[in-house]
Nanobody, 115 residues
Framework: QVQLVESGGGLVQPGGSLRLSCAAS????????MGWYRQAPGKQRELVAI???????HYTDSVKGRFTISRENTNSTVYLQMNSLKPEDTAVYYC?????????WGQGTQVTVSS
């Protein structure tokens, strides 16, 4: 059974930092592209960042220069380092794993940026 378990969300002030983690089980982690999406209240889910199986990365424009995605294949974990957080980054952040036409999702972790 595939599981993606996110952690690291919470409440942070504008300009602050958080690091999200997503631990995967039930897949051969190094074969899978991993990423993060987010969904704010009343908005569609949007892509935040992707890291491919060979380490290539892609970010949505609004987080470039502030967020960094990385992966550790030895412990089957993907990270999202979020710096210079803004109120508009407030959302539920979802981890996902993708290989060809198969995608798995985590349960989501809330990130709230507010003073």
């Amino acid at each position: 059974q595939v599981q993606l378990v996110e952690s690291g969300g919470g409440l942070v002030q504008p300009g602050g930092s958080l690091r999200l983690s997503c631990a995967a089980s039930g897949i051969t982690f190094s074969w899978w592209a991993m990423g993060w999406y987010r969904q704010a209240p009343g908005k569609q889910r949007e892509l935040v960042a992707i890291i491919t199986s060979n380490g290539g990365t892609h970010y949505t424009d609004s987080v470039k220069g502030r967020f960094t995605i990385s992966r550790e294949n030895t412990n089957s974990t993907v990270y999202l380092q979020m710096n210079s957080l803004k109120p508009e980054d407030t959302a539920v952040y979802y981890c996902y794993a993708n290989k060809f036409t198969t995608t798995y999702w985590g349960q989501g972790t809330q990130v709230t940026v507010s003073s």
